[in-house]
Each structure stands twice: as C-alpha cells, then as structure tokens.
C-alpha cells in the first residue's frame, strides 16, 4: 500500500478540469474496475450521474444508502430511476432502525452533536460497511452548490472509505444541469417541485424559500452549523486531510505513472 494525497492529485485534476463527465466515468472504469461504485441520493445530480452511467453501459452499481426515514417519493424515485436506466441499484442500510436508535439513544437529530451521531450512524456507517470491496467511487457533487463545496476538486481522496472519490459534474453550474435533464427528459424527484431544493431524511429536511440558499432546508431547526451530515469528506475536511491508502501500482496508474517490470 502507498498514500495518495490531493497534493498528488494536482496536476490531474488540472487536466481533467474541463473533460467531459463521460470520459471521467470511462477512465474511472478502466482504472479500477469492479472496484468503482457511484454514490446517488437520487437528487437531481445524482439522476444525471444514473443516465450517464446507463448510456455508457459500463456495468457500475450505483450506492444508495438508506436512513430509514427518506420521504416516500425518495424510496419511489430510487425505484423508478432502476428501472428506468436499468442500473443495479444497491441499497444500504444503518444497523437500527430509527425507533430502535431513538429507544436506545433518544432523539438525536434536534442538537447539532446529535445530529453529527445520528448522520454517522444512518449514513456514513452503512457506506463505511461495504467500503472495502471499492477503490473508488463516482459522487455528484457539484461547485455551483456553494458553500465548501465551491472548491470540490475533480478528484479528491476519501480518508473515511479510503477510496478516490470521482467528482464528474463538479463543473457543471444550474444552467447546464437543468438542461441536461431536459435534453435527456430525466425524471427528477417530484419533492423538487415543491420546494425542496435539496433532499435529504425526513426528519431534517424541509423546502426553502424563494431567495434561501439551496440548503436553508437542511438542519433548518439546528441553524446554519450543521449544513452537511458528513457523508463527503470534501464537505468538512481540510484539504491537507484528504488521503488514501491505495496499492501502489493502482497509484501508479491513476497518476499515469511508468511502473518498471522484471521479467
Ligand atoms: S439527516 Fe437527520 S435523521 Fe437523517 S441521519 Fe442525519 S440527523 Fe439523522
């Protein structure tokens, strides 16, 4: 194993800055393999990176973890989006459910510490469970969303799952992402419709107001300290923190390296 750094990866993301969405997800194919997943919330992003993903064929199952307490047109998108790009949507989930957690540990997501516990167990764990049988995985974080993720690198590495996260949208702005969904009739949420800007559990989320920023829903009863549940480690970790423990010719490879062979 080696440590790769953001710091390695600059001269890469300089070159891929501007590259089409589609050639990123094809080298990120070739590269690692059976060992790529893409990550959607089935936001309209992450419904974008799915009709990508089903023109290009490629044969990437698409992560979808589930808190238990989606919206029910969240669990009915997911469905739709499956069977529509014909993707192996894999769903994963936390340990307990919300009323054993709630039993066991109260109601954690009406203070900002507990809100942090309660992300950690119902979305980053279940990620964190299966983590392992990937190197790599594709997210639609986008720089237009603001916020710290204005700086979202293209690549940048994941210290929590210890993969490279693939950002392929992360230069798209509204205007674009709007019309690609239009040119290619995407279905989006229906909750988009009514006011959800973004969307996340139940619990925490709610539609914003014209003018609000897009995550004023987010958290809007914990206030503006806890706009990201931590599942994006470019959403909450300095830049110098972002690294990964991969095989040394996998590094190799991605930063396109001449690797020497004995015979
Ligand atoms: S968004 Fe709210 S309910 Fe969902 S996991 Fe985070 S704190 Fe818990």
């Given at each position: 194993m080696a440590r790769l750094t953001l710091a390695d990866l600059a001269d890469l993301n300089a070159q891929f800055e501007h590259s089409d969405p589609r050639d990123l997800i094809r080298w990120a194919k070739d590269l690692f393999g059976d060992r790529l997943a893409a990550l959607s919330s089935m936001q309209k992003t992450g419904c974008a990176v799915c009709h990508m993903l089903s023109t290009l064929d490629l044969d990437i199952p698409v992560l979808f973890v589930d808190t238990g307490v989606l919206f029910p047109e969240t669990y009915a998108h997911r469905d739709l989006i499956a069977e529509e790009y014909g993707l192996t949507i894999r769903t994963l989930t936390p340990e307990l459910t919300m009323e054993e957690q709630t039993n066991q540990?109260?109601?954690?997501?009406?203070?900002p510490e507990g809100q942090a516990e309660c992300c950690r167990m119902r979305k980053s764990d279940p990620l964190l469970a299966v983590a392992d049988q990937y190197d790599a995985m594709i997210s639609s974080l986008r720089r237009s969303d603001g916020g710290p993720r204005g700086r979202t690198p293209v690549l940048s590495p994941d210290p929590e799952t210890n993969t490279l996260r693939i950002n392929?949208?992360?230069?798209?702005a509204d205007e674009e992402l709007a019309a690609y969904l239009k040119d290619n009739a995407i279905p989006t949420n229906p909750l988009h419709e009514q006011g959800y800007a973004t969307i996340g559990c139940n619990r925490c989320t709610t539609p914003v107001l014209p003018g609000e920023p897009k995550r004023a829903g987010r958290w809007r009863h914990l206030g503006p300290w806890s706009q990201y549940c931590g599942i994006n480690p470019t959403d909450m970790m300095p830049p110098e923190q972002l690294s990964v423990d991969l095989p040394e010719d996998l590094i190799d490879r991605v930063l396109g390296r001449a690797t020497d062979f004995v015979i």
């Open positions: 540990l109260g109601v954690l997501y009406l203070t392929p949208l992360v230069t798209m």
